[in-house]
């Protein structure tokens, strides 16, 4: 259905309201009629288009929530780690992921000798901790969609994780 909210018109102000669901668009012709107390001919039918219109949602995935290694432990690589990718809800399903970003704090970085990266299409995280670090890392993965921002959509979606780089003893 195009409305969660049916649209209905306030006899007082003269306001239309009416709500679509999520992911809902289309055309609806709506009749309204007005009428008044005054006796005879008192009512007047008029009928009006509401077009809901299309807008892009975000890209979704599902990722875990954070990955340990340990110290000096050289190049690490999770195979899948972001999985059920997709650029947004069933009827977007021509749209496609362009790109995947990892970002982080500056005062992160120095925990890496190789900053954390996930390879588009494979969605595999490669990385490699600094020498000797030690600590952990808030990484935020932006994912971006070709479906565009036009009528208010959203192309760009960010989840976080956290790489968590254990000491050992040597």
Do not use: W
């Amino acid at each position: 259905s195009l409305f969660a909210l049916p649209p209905a018109i306030d006899p007082m102000t003269g306001d239309l309201t009416f709500a679509a669901p999520n992911n809902a668009n289309g055309v609806s012709t709506v009749l309204a009629c007005l009428k008044d107390t005054g006796g005879g001919t008192d009512t007047t039918c008029k009928t009006f288009s509401i077009m809901v219109m299309a807008v892009n949602q975000p890209p979704t995935a599902t990722l875990p929530p954070s990955v340990r290694v340990g110290q000096n432990s050289g190049l690490h690589q999770v195979q899948y780690f972001l999985t059920n990718v997709m650029p947004g809800p069933s009827n977007e399903n021509t749209q496609v992921i362009t790109s995947v970003t990892c970002t982080m704090a500056s005062v992160s970085q120095a925990l890496f000798a190789a900053q954390p990266v996930i390879v588009l299409g494979t969605y595999t995280l490669s990385f490699s901790p600094a020498i000797d670090a030690v600590g952990s890392a808030v990484v935020t993965v932006t994912l971006t969609d070709n479906g565009g921002r036009a009528n208010g959509g959203m192309d760009t979606n960010a989840f976080t994780f956290t790489i968590e780089i254990i000491g050992v003893n040597q």
